[in-house]
């Protein structure tokens, strides 16, 4: 059974950095992107970040390039997204997922989600 356990999140003030953990379990991931994903109420899950797990290449979302960085640990088959230079329009539900499509940052190739962790940045 695959299992994606999101952690980290919480509330901080603008400015602020927090990191987010995804323990991946249940599979074999080397055939698969690790991604982020968020949504906010009333809005549609976005893409954030996404990293190969094989390879490590990473893809961003233009709205977090240069304030958040993604990465994995193969060894702990875990994923973190390190975020940066928080802003109050960051604050949403932060899902991580894995997926095996070529495209990597739409919601609907990704096979396996999370629970979501809340992030909440405060001005």
């Known amino acids: 059974q695959v299992q994606l356990v999101e952690s980290g999140g919480g509330l901080v003030q603008a400015g602020d950095s927090l990191r987010l953990s995804c323990a991946a379990s249940?599979?074999?991931?080397?055939?698969?992107?690790m991604g982020w994903f968020r949504q906010a109420p009333g809005k549609e899950r976005e893409f954030v970040a996404a990293?190969?797990?094989?390879?490590?290449?990473?893809y961003y979302a233009d709205s977090v390039k240069g304030r958040f960085t993604i990465s994995r640990d193969t060894t702990k088959n875990t994923v973190y997204l390190q975020m940066n230079s928080l802003k109050p329009e960051d604050s949403a539900v932060y899902y991580c997922?894995?997926?095996?499509?070529?495209?990597?940052?739409?919601?609907?190739?990704?096979?396996?989600w999370g629970q979501g962790t809340q992030v909440t940045v405060s001005s």
């Open positions: 249940g599979r074999t991931f080397s055939r698969y992107h």
């Open positions: 997922a894995a997926g095996a499509g070529i495209v990597v940052n739409t919601k609907e190739v990704y096979e396996y």
């Open positions: 990293s190969s797990w094989s390879s490590g290449r990473t």
